[in-house]
């Protein structure tokens, strides 16, 4: 068995950083996503029978994309002594849809980027420290999970309920893993701090073998 | 025995350049084992009322909320200088940041997922970061998530009482002692209109 990987959409959102300064692991940061500035699309859009393997007896295989913009968002970052920034978020996500309303899902996150760029993971923290990284551009990997309302009860307030259609549109998003790779992008200035992250994220798919 | 004071003297936990202390095992287990809460401080949290209702996921409803920067605070609800017993400053500031991730279950428990940091008066930035319990009371779920016979008004908010097991990280050294505890918390969400307005807590360290 193979693993493959199918692009979703990419994030692209300018992030503030706000450092706490050093705990005994490490050095805190908070990010928190610039929802004016963020933004979430599909396009374009990778086209193929990639819909063929979802169950064709409910309505969720459609995948028409996600376009939209960041609601809210934060990275709870810390940046270990061994020269790993660990990454651990929650973004949420107003997908552009056909009703008035759009559509919220929650985005949840952990995953690493590697500050030490196969140096000595120590002096590479140290330059972090001084603020030497500044303007570098780094890699990230992170591991995601989705969350999305599932339709809904007639008894329940206009505020929670939201339309079964774009359950279905977007329900491949809580029924599969996915992971990102992207770019964290360094501000100049003390710690290097990270200013722009640049996300695709990408469907896992495991292909049996004999099959394409 | 356990026992809730805010003016127990607990200096010698604190003082971390002494081995720490052996406790002889007990000779058998006939008893509860000691715990104490020192009292530490308490804050209020000023919901914003523009927040995101995901809406029905399975086993209930999220709602993510975030705290008003800088109209939520920390202080000592007995406004006294220093912690009883630790001869450390009291804690007092602005909340910078919080945000928290509600989950309304459908057996009328209400559970959140808190990051929030304190910016204290003297500059130092405390991250605190824990989950909370609550229950909703009988039909809670249906009587909050239908909007029916809602709770709290604006002349009368309602209150329920809320528990929290919070744990704290900072780079000061005037609270540096805060890493070492585990802190618990008893709080009270206020709701108007069924929408939560308002979250006080009292933080204490179990000792």
């Known amino acids: 068995m193979t693993l493959s990987s199918r692009r979703m959409f990419t994030i692209d959102a300018a992030v503030t950083a706000r450092p706490l300064g050093e705990i005994p692991s490490g050095f805190r940061i908070d990010l928190q996503y610039n929802k004016e500035t963020s933004r979430v699309s599909s396009r374009p859009l990778e086209e193929g029978a990639w819909d063929d393997d979802w169950p064709q007896h409910t309505r969720e295989r459609m995948w028409k994309g996600l376009n939209g913009s960041v609601v809210s968002g934060n990275d709870w970052v810390t940046v270990y002594t061994n020269a790993v920034i660990r990454m651990n978020g929650r973004v949420t996500i107003a997908a552009r849809t056909q009703a008035r309303r759009p559509f919220l899902i929650d985005m949840l996150y952990s995953g690493v980027t590697d500050l030490a760029q196969g140096g000595d993971a120590k002096a590479q923290y140290e330059r972090w420290r001084a603020g030497e990284f500044g303007g570098m551009t780094l890699s990230s990997t992170l591991a995601i999970t989705f969350e999305l309302a599932h339709g809904t009860e007639s008894w329940a307030r206009k505020e929670e309920q939201s339309p079964e259609a774009d359950y279905a549109r977007f329900a491949r998003l809580v029924r599969a893993q996915y992971v990102a790779l992207g770019t964290a992008q360094l501000g100049e200035g003390p710690y290097s701090l990270i200013n722009r992250l640049h996300l695709t994220v990408h469907e896992l798919a495991s292909i049996a073998q004999g099959e394409t | ?207």
């Not at chain 2, 002889?24 to 006939?30: C, K, L, S």
Request: proline share 6%.
């Open chain 2, 1 to 207: 025995m356990t026992r809730m004071t805010h003016l127990v003297d607990t200096r010698h936990i604190l003082d971390m350049t002494q081995p720490h202390p052996a406790i002889p095992p007990a000779p058998r287990r006939d008893q509860l084992l000691d715990a104490a809460l020192l009292y530490v401080f308490s804050y209020d949290v000023e919901a914003q009322l523009d927040r995101a209702h995901l809406g029905f996921v399975p086993g209930g409803v999220r709602i993510n909320i975030e705290a008003v920067p800088n109209r939520s605070c920390a202080y000592h609800v007995l406004r006294e200088r220093t912690i009883g017993g630790l001869g450390v400053g009291a804690i007092s500031g602005k909340l910078s940041s919080g945000g928290d991730r509600i989950f309304m279950r459908e057996d009328d428990v209400e559970m959140s997922e808190v990051h929030m940091t304190i910016h204290t008066d003297d500059g130092a930035e405390i991250d605190v970061e824990y989950e909370s319990v609550s229950w909703l009371g009988p039909d809670g779920f249906r009587r909050f998530v239908s909007g029916r016979g809602k709770y709290g008004s604006d002349l009368r908010p309602s209150e329920w009482p809320l528990t929290t097991a919070p744990r704290f990280r900072t780079q000061s050294p005037t609270y540096a002692w805060l890493m070492n505890y585990q802190g618990v918390g008893f709080g009270r969400v206020q709701l108007v209109n069924s929408e939560v307005r308002r979250i006080t807590y009292d933080v204490y360290v179990l000792t």
